[in-house]
């Protein structure tokens, strides 16, 4: 059985930092392409950022470029997301994805961040 677990989500002012992490298991992790989503109240789910298998490569949406940051751990199935300078527009529920086709495609249940302003 496949799951992602998120965590590291809560309450912070603007300016402020948080770090998620998403702990994979029933997956192959160190052969996933893995990424993170967010969903707004009233909006859909966007990309934020995605991490090749080998952490080599990363991609980000340009609006958290150069200030979130993601990596992994492949020795602890997890990956992360390091979040700064973070603002009210950042607030949303925050998915962890392992890349796959079809029914190999898996989210995690997500992780609230809230940003006070």
């Known amino acids: 059985q496949v799951q992602l677990v998120e965590s590291g989500g809560g309450l912070v002012q603007a300016g402020g930092s948080l770090r998620l992490s998403c702990a994979a298991s029933g997956v192959t992790f160190s052969s996933k392409t893995m990424g993170w989503f967010r969903q707004a109240p009233g909006k859909e789910r966007e990309f934020v950022a995605r991490i090749s298998a080998s952490g080599a490569g990363t991609y980000y949406a340009d609006s958290v470029k150069d200030r979130f940051t993601i990596s992994r751990d492949n020795a602890k199935n997890t990956v992360y997301l390091e979040m700064n300078s973070l603002k009210p527009e950042d607030t949303a529920v925050y998915y962890c994805?392992?890349?796959?086709?079809?029914?190999?495609?898996?989210w995690g249940q997500g992780i609230q961040v809230t940003v006070s302003s």
């Open positions: 994805r392992s890349y796959g086709t079809g029914k190999y495609d898996y």
